[in-house]
């Protein structure tokens, strides 16, 4: 068999693979599950990278897995890859009257409150509905907000969620001055929230700011490593102050 641009022979390809190679007849759905997660998360690191060709395949990593889990589940008769295919085009149908319908709306807020008020009519019982649990903390927490903000539950302009960010820093002060451990556990999950909320407003991606954060991080502690080694010292060798002035020569 040979690479090709068509839909149905990664179909046949993946059928192959799943009768005649040892280690992909043994998966099932719970087994892959993490490597899906996986692969999602390889694709955002070469997005964030701009690597462009590494992208292209990890997304395509992704795609195995669709097709992967349709094959495994049209094996009894639950569902395949025509069921996945007509289920999405009958919604993304369905939640677009103003493309696919006679609906008019002004502009991409009324769009986002339609999709909610769809939704809801679709059976789901709150707003917050179809957001998995297994979420980063911080983009749930992003997207609860903003899906509430879809239906109008929203500061009306930033400065009062500032307002409300100051308070959530204060009442963390006050608990852990209080060495209160509950309560200060609490009182920073509120100030994490409200600070995801404040981001909102400038269209900053609170999980997307950590991960730049993090990744600045670790170029700029590993740069401190690398200058100690070559002086033949180790992390608890080296004084404070002089991780502290190589850690200024890494922000230059």
């Known amino acids: 068999m040979q690479p090709s641009k068509k839909f149905e022979d990664l179909i046949e390809l993946v059928s192959i ?32 990278n701009n690597d462009f060709d590494e992208f292209k395949k990890e997304i395509g990593d992704l795609l195995l897995h669709v097709v992967f889990h349709s094959n495994m589940a049209s094996e009894t008769d639950t569902f395949d890859i025509g069921d996945v295919i007509y289920t999405l085009m009958e919604k993304l149908i369905r939640r677009h009257p103003h493309v696919f319908g006679e609906e008019a709306v002004s502009g991409e807020t009324q769009v986002a409150e339609n999709w909610e008020n769809i939704k809801l009519k679709e059976g789901k019982k709150s707003t917050l509905d179809g957001l998995p649990n297994h979420l980063p903390a911080l983009i749930r927490a992003q997207r609860m907000q903003e899906k509430a903000a879809n239906v109008g539950f929203d500061w009306p302009e930033w400065k009062l969620a500032w307002e409300k960010l100051d308070e959530e820093l204060n009442e963390f002060k006050e608990a852990l001055q209080e060495n209160d451990v509950n309560a200060s556990s609490e009182e920073f999950g509120d100030v994490l929230f409200s600070m995801v909320n404040v981001a909102r407003y400038f269209n900053l991606v609170a999980e997307d700011s950590l991960r730049q954060t993090n990744k600045k991080f670790e170029k700029r502690f590993k740069f401190i490593e690398s200058e100690l080694k070559k002086s033949d010292k180790t992390l608890k060798e080296a004084t404070l102050e002089e991780m502290d002035e190589l850690w200024n020569q890494a922000k230059k």
């Not at 005649?20 to 087994?31: A, G, I, L, N, Y």
């Not at 993490?34 to 694709?43: C, F, H, I, S, T």
């Open 17 to 48: 693979l799943r009768k005649e190679c040892p280690w992909d007849r043994k998966q099932t759905h719970h087994s892959i599950k993490d490597n899906l997660v996986e692969e999602a998360y390889e694709a955002i690191d070469a997005l964030d």
